[in-house]
């Protein structure tokens, strides 16, 4: 079981930058993928950004494409999604997730941490 902890969330004006991170308590953080979730009020929670085990690959939601970056460093068993250019779409509980190698599912979850972004 990885647990998994956000940090960096906060309220911005659009058109501003945030950076989240993600720190993952684990020895063996290379061997999974990572990604970030939102969910919105209202709305199904959606996968933002995932980054495979050697970040080699990297998949964006359409919505994010070009403003926001994931990356990973495994020697600090990390994982941030830069954000540029805040909508006030992008408001949402944002969520860290950790994806076993061979697995389909996304089985270890972060608390959140909630980004408002306001016009």
């Known amino acids: 079981q990885v647990q998994l902890v956000e940090t960096g969330g906060g309220s911005v004006q659009a058109g501003g930058s945030l950076r989240l991170s993600c720190s993952a308590s684990t020895r063996t953080f290379s061997l999974y993928a990572m990604g970030w979730f939102r969910q919105a009020p209202g709305k199904e929670r959606e996968l933002v950004a995932a980054v495979d085990r050697s970040a080699h690959n990297r998949h964006y939601a359409d919505s994010v494409k070009g403003r926001f970056t994931i990356s990973r460093d495994n020697a600090k068993n990390t994982v941030a999604l830069r954000m540029n250019d805040l909508k006030v779409e992008d408001t949402a509980v944002y969520y860290c997730?950790?994806?076993?190698?061979?697995?389909?599912?996304?089985?270890?979850w972060g608390q959140g941490t909630q980004v408002t972004v306001s016009s």
């Open positions: 997730a950790a994806k076993p190698n061979g697995a389909t599912a996304w089985s270890n």
